[in-house]
């Protein structure tokens, strides 16, 4: 038998739930701890009192008690994620949060100290900084979209989990020119062609499938690239070797440029090369390092991160930072200024062109990446 003390709370599983009724009005709450469950049970009866007393003005049926974060995963969906290439991703988030804390409980009683909680259940159920603070982003733009549109009355903080640095693996030359070896001796030569492209542009893998011969522009010497991970769209000029395995491509296919490859054939072939090269306990040795192959070679050779970021697509430039100290230039230029051998260096952007939507010269497209 229940105490009174638990009175308006009820076990199910391993949550309790919050149901009360103060004045004919009701709310019902999702907890995961029983104390978590008392002291929003008290919350709540408060709350609703505030809300029958005589002489208090009743709330509008669209004000912000009318919002459950069921009701704010619902918009959001509508206005923020549906259209978006990875809405799905973000929407998923969204409805984890929605479990957690129950469909029908208040944005408004969500606090910062009970997202501190469902960050510590997230840690619990093994999710890492990195991905908790995507699910939590996600639950602070349900917050956002609400208050917009009057849904809530404030927003709790969202403390961003300290992510650790990976160092950042790329290819030497030395691997490069192994790699091509083994894929023409397997006569893998369209995955050796998608290798060569995505060392010399910097391109996702996800870009380079989805990549459509309406997206080149053999004369102007560029490719654009519409589908991208932060919907950016941008022009990345081509190399000679890019030039000479795309326009083959696009005089054989009519749609996909990359046609006759599938992403899972090109992952299970470059798995073959992790344990050819004797790398299978290298666990950054991935697709994704010809992206940072391009990105550093690029920056050791000079080529300011304001132009990397604008080829590789990064959203801020404080991304493609993540590169700078592969390049010790500035640094070496700096001690020389220090000892008076070097007059300091103008703000430049670097040597290569910084509209990205030109061709450029035939030198300077030549000189973007060199295998």
């Known amino acids: 038998m229940r105490s009174k003390a638990d009175r308006g709370i009820y076990q199910r599983g391993n949550t309790y739930i919050v149901d009360i009724r103060v004045n004919g009005k009701r709310a019902v709450e999702v907890c995961q701890t029983h104390n ?28 912000s008690t009318s919002w459950t974060i069921g009701k704010a995963v619902k918009v959001s969906s509508e206005v923020r994620w549906n259209d978006k290439r990875n809405g799905m991703k973000s929407i998923g988030h969204a409805m984890q949060a929605c479990d957690f804390f129950g469909k029908e409980t208040l944005l408004d009683a969500i606090t910062t100290a009970r997202l501190d909680e469902y960050v510590r259940h997230l840690k619990s159920m093994g999710n890492g900084p990195g991905t908790i603070n995507r699910k939590t982003a996600a639950v602070s733009a349900l917050f956002t979209d609400a208050m917009h549109r009057d849904g809530c009355t404030r927003r709790p903080r969202v403390i961003r989990q300290a992510e650790p640095t990976h160092r950042i693996r790329y290819l030497s030359a030395e691997e490069e020119a192994t790699i091509t070896a083994l894929l023409r001796q397997w006569n893998e030569v369209a995955v050796l062609e998608a290798v060569t492209v995505l060392l010399d542009t910097g391109m996702r893998v996800g870009e380079l499938m989805a990549l459509k011969i309406q997206d080149i522009d053999l004369r102007a010497n560029l490719i654009s690239i519409w589908q991208n991970k932060g919907d950016l769209p941008r022009s990345v000029p081509m190399t000679e070797r890019v030039q000479k395995i795309i326009g083959d491509r696009c005089i054989s296919s009519k749609n996909l ?65 993540k590169y ?29 062109p910084t509209n990205v939507g030109a061709a450029g010269s035939k030198q300077e497209r030549g000189q973007l990446v060199s295998a």
Request: charge should be neutral; glycine fraction near 4%; proline fraction near 4%.
């Open 36 to 63: 978590m469950a008392l002291i929003r049970r008290d919350e709540l009866r408060a709350q609703l009192r505030r809300q029958t007393e005589p002489g208090q003005p009743s709330a509008p049926a669209d004000s």
């Open 324 to 352: 700078a100290h592969l390049s010790d230039r500035e640094l070496v230029q700096a001690i020389q200024v220090l000892q008076g051998q070097q007059r300091p260096a103008s703000n430049d952007v670097g040597d290569f």
């Open 257 to 321: 440029v990359f046609y006759n490859l599938q992403r899972p054939h090109l992952e299970y072939t470059w798995s073959r090369l992790r344990s050819a090269m004797d790398l299978d306990d290298d666990g950054q040795f991935v697709l994704h390092a010809l992206r940072h192959t391009c990105a550093t070679r690029l920056v050791q050779r000079n080529v300011s991160l304001f132009v990397v970021q604008k080829l590789l697509g990064h959203s801020s430039i404080t991304v493609t930072e």
